[in-house]
């Protein structure tokens, strides 16, 4: 099995999170990054979280439990720019998760300073 960090639809409660549970993933716990991490709001359908060398900020996540076929099915389901990569939590701990490619973000609302997407989208 391996531990994947998820940052938007993909969780408990949200959109897309029937795609972790049709292919039998279990939620482990909510976590956050390390503070090297940006996110934006790709035209308010989900989120894409970039990692950077400065002015970064721990951004809110939760930890599912998938086994790797499951993985390939679910990024092959995620939106055309978001992609599979390497995720340092605030424990220092790397796991695997959704990240976004930096085109996606172009022109594209910055929403680094909700903390996360849940945040963001309960404040509209």
Known sequence: MIEFAVNGTLMRGLELNGNLQKVGA???????????????????RHPAMLRVSENGQAIALEIWS????????????EPA???IGKIILASQQEVLGVLGEPFLCEEQKEITAYGGWRSYTASK
């Not at 716990?29 to 934006?40: S, V």
């Not at 998938?66 to 389901?77: K, N």
């Open 81 to 83: 720019g978001l992609c």
């Open 26 to 44: 279990t939620f482990i716990r909510e976590d956050i990054t390390a503070p090297i991490y940006r996110l934006w709001s790709i035209r308010d």
């Open 66 to 77: 998938i086994t790797p076929a499951a993985l390939g099915e679910i990024l092959l389901s």
